[in-house]
């Protein structure tokens, strides 16, 4: 259903978007998962056709974004980071004026903003002005304003930032419920909610993509292997030898400084060899200097997604609960 | 056609909604108001001076009263327009409901076009206010029709001009008040351009006379219909729009 191929975007000498290629199959939940500044953001600007590429292809429902822009955004919702409402309007008459320039039919307008008002809850507030809307309302008639004409596509820039706990869930469910009808990329620097919604997940991380895999496979990778930084005052050889001896060490490898050699030890997956690797360095005589885990870049940016949300557990307690169980 | 209706009809709700049209409206106007009480009164003085046999020898309430009455109604105008057209990119931009605009099924020109017919609505309404006044002239005198017609044609236009420019400005910046100041310099220097023309020889004089915007008025509200005008205006428009167009497709492109 979304097709990106090769995509890079440069804004002057910066690249935000490096040779990104991924696809969403009808029906889906993509979650697009990065820190802050990864290029999520300017992804999802290019999918819409907000901006063109610099290079690369984007297909939508089966148009070039670029080529065929009004037949790929008739089929394209869109929610930015903050919810494009017009101040000064009511939310009901916001939302017509939405449908009428996304095309959705005369006669159907109006059955249309009531329906979609009653499915992101908002119905409530139709005759508020939008300047006036808490932000879990304003984030709502973003959602509603983005599934006004029924598209085949769905692309949500952090659709959750900013809603308290509540509101969290409400909208997941939301955008779950869309799922089957709607294929749904949506973003995030929240890890918990990616397990939680989507059913696959791109990770970026500085413009590159750096995993595509289900959540359930991602958590598995990154609890598996694991590499080991072992600092020991001894011989080296012998101490090589005797680190590789110690059971579920898959490899070793040596950076050789002649008075304090150091390793790295891989070891299986799902096993924890610290401790017998440092009773065996003690149990030599030798001096154990440091020992220390090495992360990888994926777990790297893993970590930084799961503190950022525990940073932010002041505000909002039930995500960082949910980073807990995670 | 649709799209551009449902953007002007936006457009002209906001205005509406926020105290820009009332303001705009209502102080020109007490402006308009003031003026023509101003011409009027020396009109009346100047005909009883001629039914003393002092004044002129004829009187012409087009040529006299309802012309210059015109050319001040465009300077009004002139303060007046960049009010209007300085939110128009520049508010979308900084709210980010341009967001909405260029990932909806619309063309940028469609865009364009509902944005201009939005505040050329909001400056017919603006001079509507002024019939009041003319018809106050029709029912007590008996001014010819046709340069008042010909008057609010070349208002309409000129304005139409200055709305061009000043949504090219607009879509400049994210800033509302420097595309207004911007915009305001812009229609200034483009009244006051043919001012130098006695010092730069007759070349220059006729091609700044050209670009006036005012000096093309001056016929309209004489009453002369001359197609050199409304090519003149016509062409600006569509230059300005142009512009526009472009101005946002290469935004698009640095993003």
């Known amino acids: 259903m979304i ?10 000498p910066v690249t935000a978007v490096d040779d990104v290629t991924f696809r969403v199959e009808p029906g889906e939940i993509l979650g697009f998962l990065g820190p802050n500044g990864a290029g999520k953001s300017t992804t999802m600007r290019v999918i819409t056709g907000f901006m063109p590429a610099t290079a690369g292809k984007v297909v939508v429902a089966g148009y070039d974004v670029f080529e065929q822009p009004l037949e790929a955004k008739r089929r394209t919702g869109y929610l930015p980071e903050n919810p494009p409402l017009y101040p000064d309007m009511t939310v009901r008459d916001y939302l017509t004026f939405v449908g009428k320039i996304k095309g959705v039919a005369r006669r159907d307008l109006r059955t249309r903003v009531d329906e979609v008002m009653k499915r992101t809850w908002v119905a409530d507030m139709a005759g508020r002005q939008c300047s006036k809307l808490s932000k879990g309302y304003k984030q709502r008639v973003g959602l509603a304003q983005a599934i006004i004409h029924n598209p085949d596509v769905l692309v949500l820039d952090e659709p959750t930032a900013g809603l308290d706990p509540k509101q969290i869930i409400e909208t997941r469910q939301l955008i779950r419920e869309l799922a089957g009808s709607h294929t749904i990329i949506l973003s995030t620097h929240i890890l918990p909610e990616v397990s939680q919604t989507c059913q696959r997940v791109v990770i970026i991380n500085k413009g590159r993509v750096v995993a595509v895999d289900t959540p359930e496979n991602l958590t598995a990778r990154l609890r598996g292997a694991a590499t080991v930084h072992v600092q020991v005052a001894g011989p080296a050889p012998d101490v090589e030898e005797a680190l590789r001896a110690v059971p579920g060490v898959t490899r070793v490898t040596s950076a050789a400084r002649p008075e304090a050699p150091e390793f790295e030890v891989d070891s299986e997956r799902g096993l924890d060899v610290r401790a017998e690797l440092a009773a065996v360095v003690v149990g030599r005589g030798w001096r154990l200097l440091e020992l220390r885990p090495v ?15 525990t940073a932010g557990a002041g505000e909002a307690p039930a995500p960082a609960a949910e980073a807990a169980h995670a | ?34 003026f023509f009480y101003a011409l009027l009164a020396f009109f009346e003085r100047q005909s009883m001076q001629m039914s003393m ?14 012309g210059p009455l015109f050319m001040n109604a465009s300077v009004i105008t002139l303060f007046v327009l960049p009010m209007i057209t300085m ?14 605009l260029l990932t909806s099924p619309i063309t940028d020109w469609q865009i364009i076009l509902g944005k201009f017919a939005g505040a050329m609505l909001l400056y017919a309404a603006m001079l509507a206010v002024t019939l009041v006044h003319m018809s106050l002239l029709f029912l007590y005198g008996n001014p010819e029709w046709k340069p008042v017609a010909t008057g609010y044609l070349g208002l309409l236009l000129m304005g139409g001009c200055f709305i061009s420019v000043g949504l090219l400005i607009s879509s400049l910046t994210k800033n509302q008040i420097v595309a207004g100041m911007v915009t305001f310099a812009v229609f200034l220097l483009l009244w006051v351009i043919n001012w130098i023309g006695g010092f730069v020889g007759p070349t220059a004089q006729a091609v700044l006379n050209h670009l006036s915007i005012t000096d093309h008025l001056d016929d309209f509200a004489k009453g002369v219909l001359d197609t050199k005008h409304l090519v003149y205006y016509g062409s600006f428009i569509a230059f ?3 512009l526009t167009a472009k101005s946002v497709d290469s935004e698009r492109w640095r993003g």
Request: overall charge negative.
């Open chain 1, 3 to 12: 097709e990106v191929h090769h995509l890079s975007k440069r804004y002057g």
């Open chain 1, 295 to 309: 992360r990888m870049s994926l777990e790297d940016i893993f970590l930084s997604l799961t503190t950022e949300e």
């Open chain 2, 1 to 34: 056609m649709r799209n551009i209706l449902a953007l002007a009809e936006r457009e002209v709700k906001a205005y509406f909604a926020s105290p820009i049209a009332y303001i705009v409206i209502g102080f020109f106007a007490l402006l308009f108001g003031y």
């Open chain 2, 53 to 66: 046999g002092m004044g002129p020898m004829t009187m012409n309430v087009n040529q006299m009263l309802i």
């Open chain 2, 87 to 100: 939110r128009t990119y520049a508010e979308e931009k900084r709210s980010g409901t341009i967001e909405l």
């Open chain 2, 240 to 242: 300005g729009l142009y």
